[in-house]
């Protein structure tokens, strides 16, 4: 797949560098809305029943809410202005406990890892419940209903908050050009790591080798990253 390096104006005018595709419309074609749909009715089909035990699990020993809502930049193609880039709430298993004080009220490092990553590492907040969740990506089996939505896609780059669009730069309209992605090419090559500059490279990758074949083999890395329970957090 070819891509060049593009000017691009957002609606004020603003001149944008921006990674632009050139001969294909992948990304945002019917094939894979209907093949995201697909994947993620039946995947819930079998899931459910297991997402419903540790739905039982979590209520039981953490108690309500059980759903945490994350806000996070939805797909914005053709690009806007950043100060009115639309959102979507992404929905996951709650794991971390409800009464537990903000470490980035004093704790700098912390805030940024925060502001940058969307997480960190020994994160304190977390449940011992939650860590068993997220070492194999449990937590994240409700997207599937995002995925069904249209609000994500079952491969993309990782979704980001306002906050950590930042480290994207010029390639930010490239990058939001795509769904956020259940799974996709950074978490498969280096999920926790928290180098945002690395997972800048990843997600634009994606986008500029973006195509079926290459969905496919990061469904299929994905399957061993999760078993493997590699780089959670």
């Known amino acids: 797949m070819e891509a060049k390096l593009r000017k691009s104006r957002n609606a004020f005018g603003t001149g944008l560098a921006s990674l632009m595709l050139v001969g294909t419309k992948y990304l945002t074609s019917p094939l894979k809305r209907a093949l995201d749909l697909l994947g993620a009715l039946l995947c819930l089909v079998i899931l459910m029943p297991f997402i419903a035990i540790c739905c039982i699990l979590l209520a039981f020993i953490e108690g309500f809410p059980l759903i945490y809502r994350r806000t996070v930049l939805s797909q914005c193609h053709p690009y806007r202005d950043a100060a009115i ?113 690395n997972r800048r490279i990843y997600d634009r990758e994606y986008i500029q080798q973006a195509s079926l074949g290459f969905d496919l083999r990061i469904l299929l890395m994905t399957v061993g990253a999760v078993i493997g329970g590699r780089g959670a957090k």
């Open 85 to 197: 880039l639309p959102t979507f709430k992404a929905y996951k298993l709650r794991t971390m406990k409800l009464s537990a004080p903000d470490p980035s009220d004093t704790d700098n490092d912390y805030s940024s890892q925060l502001r940058t990553n969307g997480k960190v590492d020994h994160d304190p907040r977390i449940t011992p419940l939650g860590r068993i969740l997220r070492r194999w990506s449990i937590d994240e089996l409700p997207q599937l209903f995002n995925v069904v939505t249209g609000q994500m896609s079952l491969i993309g780059p990782r979704m980001m908050t306002a906050d950590e669009s930042g480290v994207y730069g010029d390639d930010l309209p490239a990058v939001l050009m795509a769904r956020p992605g259940l799974t996709g090419w950074w978490q498969v090559n280096a999920r926790g790591d928290g180098n945002p500059g």
